[in-house]
C-alpha cells in the first residue's frame, strides 16, 4: 500500500447520468456538482481528420494534441456550445452506464486536474457505478484509471451499498435496506442485506428525473405558453427543481389551484438567448403533476403503468423471506429526484396501504383464527439524499479499511485489469 496516498484523503467521485458529484473523503459535502456533459471542439478533430489524407504529420500530430486539449465539461460546456457551432455536446453516461468512453476520460482528466486540482497519483480513488453495471464496463475504467492516471488505489462502489453507508438513519450504520435511487436517467430500486445487493430482486423503471423535465415541457407547450423552444428544456429542468411537489390527492390540488390562482400559480421570467429580449410565462397545474408520474405513470406513457410504491413493494416481495420486513423498515431515499417536498410521505401511504391490503388478505383467508403481526413500512427522508451516494462514499473512504479493500497500481501491473471486477463488501464495518 502506497503510505504517502494513504495519508491523504481519498478522492471519491460519483458519476451520475445527469450530475456529477465530486470531492474529497471525509467532507461532509461534494466540492463541486456538475452535470456530466463534455463540449469538445469539432473543428479540431476534423482538421486531424482531414490531415489524415495528406502527409503532413506535424499539422496531423497538432491538430490531434489541441483536440486533446480543447474540450470543457458541466456548466462551462453548455456555454461553450451555446455561444459557439464550433463545439459539440456528448453525454458519456446513458440510463447509468458509460457508452462513450472517450467522452468520459476526458470528463475524468477534467474532473482531477481542473476541479479538484489534484495530482491523480497522490490519492487513492473511490468511484461509483450503477447496480446494473457489467464487469466489462468496470475493467475499462481500470484500465483509464490506471494506465492514464497512474492512481496508486482504486475501489469501484455499487451507488445504493454507498447509499445506505451514508448512515443517516440511525447512529450506527445500518446495511440492511431497500435504496429507492431517482436519479436524472435512471430509477433503481436495490435491496441490500447486511451490505450485499440481493441482484436477482432490482427492480428498475424508466421512468426518472429527466422524464419529469419533459413532461413538465411538453405540458407547457400544450397550454401555448412562450417559452422560446431552445430554452425550454433548461426552463422546464429550472421549474422542476425550483417549484415541484408531491400533493396527496390530484383532485383536490386542482381545486386548491382553481380557487386561488395567485396564491398556487407562479411567474417564470427569462431572457430569449438569441434576441435579449424578455419573457415570462406562467407555471400553474405542472407544479404537482411533474412528480406526480412517479405515482400515476399513465398520465406520462402508455408503455409504462406500475406505480413506484407497487414497483418496491414488488421488489421487497421478490426478496428472500427472512429479509423482507428489515426491508420495508429501512426504505431509503437516495438521488436529487427524490427531492420532491412530501415525495417520501406519498410514498410511504401509498406503499403502507398495499402491504395492509396484503396483511388484511392473509387474515381473512386464515379465517382469523391468526392473527397477523402488522408489518412497519418506513421511508427515510433527509436533506442529504440529493448526494446520499457521494456522502457514503466520503464516509466510507475515510475509514482504514477502504485502503486495504482497494485495488492497487501494483496488483494492477501483476494480474490486469480482470481485478477490476469484484470489488469486496468490507466486512470489518458492518
Not at 465539461?73 to 453525454?91: C, F, K, P, Q, V
Not at 469501484?156 to 436517467?185: F, N, R
Amino acid at each position: 500500500m502506497d503510505a504517502a496516498a494513504a495519508s491523504r484523503p481519498a478522492v471519491v467521485i460519483d458519476n451520475g447520468t445527469g450530475y456529477t458529484k465530486m470531492g474529497f473523503a471525509g467532507n461532509v459535502e461534494p466540492c463541486f456538482i456538475i452535470p456530466t456533459v463534455v463540449a469538445v471542439n469539432e473543428s479540431f478533430t476534423n482538421q486531424s481528420r482531414s490531415s489524415m489524407k495528406g502527409s503532413n504529420w506535424l499539422a496531423q500530430h497538432s491538430a490531434g494534441v489541441m483536440a486533446d486539449l480543447d474540450f470543457f465539461i458541466g456548466d462551462e460546456a453548455t456555454a461553450r456550445s451555446r455561444s459557439s457551432n464550433t463545439y459539440n455536446l456528448s453525454y458519456p453516461i446513458r440510463h447509468g452506464q458509460v457508452e462513450n468512453w472517450d467522452a468520459m476520460e476526458r470528463f475524468w482528466q477534467q474532473c482531477i486536474f481542473n476541479y479538484l486540482r489534484c495530482d491523480p497519483e497522490d490519492h487513492y480513488f473511490l468511484l461509483t457505478e450503477s447496480p446494473l453495471t457489467p464487469p466489462e464496463s468496470r475493467e475499462y475504467t481500470g484500465e483509464i484509471m490506471f494506465e492514464t492516471f497512474n492512481v496508486p488505489g482504486l475501489y469501484i462502489a455499487v451507488q445504493p451499498v454507498l447509499a445506505l453507508a451514508a448512515g443517516y438513519t440511525t447512529s450506527k450504520c445500518e446495511m440492511t435496506g431497500v435504496v429507492v435511487d431517482v436519479g436524472d436517467g435512471a430509477t433503481h430500486v436495490v435491496p441490500v442485506a447486511d451490505g450485499y445487493v440481493i441482484g436477482s430482486s432490482i427492480k428498475s423503471i424508466p421512468i426518472s428525473g429527466k422524464d419529469v423535465t419533459l413532461f413538465i415541457q411538453q405540458l407547457m407547450r400544450e397550454r401555448g405558453e412562450h417559452v422560446p423552444p431552445e430554452d425550454s428544456f433548461d426552463v422546464a429542468r429550472k421549474v422542476k427543481e425550483m417549484y415541484c411537489y408531491t400533493s396527496s390527492d390530484i383532485v383536490k390540488e386542482y381545486n386548491k389551484h382553481d380557487r386561488e390562482p395567485s396564491k398556487y400559480i407562479k411567474q417564470w421570467r427569462g431572457i430569449k438567448p438569441k434576441t435579449g429580449a424578455p419573457y415570462s410565462c406562467d407555471i400553474g397545474y405542472e407544479r404537482f403533476l411533474g412528480p406526480e408520474i412517479f405515482f400515476n405513470p399513465e398520465i406520462y406513457s402508455s408503455d409504462f403503468s406500475t406505480p413506484l410504491p407497487a414497483i418496491i413493494d414488488k421488489c421487497i416481495q421478490s426478496s428472500p423471506i427472512d429479509t423482507r420486513r428489515a426491508l420495508y423498515k429501512n426504505i431509503v431515499l437516495s438521488g436529487a429526484s427524490t427531492m420532491f417536498k412530501d415525495f417520501h410521505r406519498r410514498l410511504q401511504r401509498d406503499l403502507k396501504k398495499i402491504v395492509d391490503a396484503r396483511v388484511l388478505a392473509s387474515d381473512t383467508r386464515l379465517g382469523g383464527e391468526l392473527k397477523s403481526q402488522p408489518v412497519e413500512v418506513n421511508v427515510v427522508s433527509h436533506p442529504i439524499q440529493r448526494f446520499a451516494v457521494w456522502f457514503g462514499g466520503s464516509v466510507l473512504a475515510s475509514t482504514p479499511e477502504f485502503y486495504a479493500a482497494c485495488h492497487t497500481k501494483a496488483e494492477y501491473e501483476e494480474y490486469g485489469a480482470s481485478i477490476c471486477r469484484t470489488n469486496p463488501v468490507f466486512k470489518g464495518m458492518y
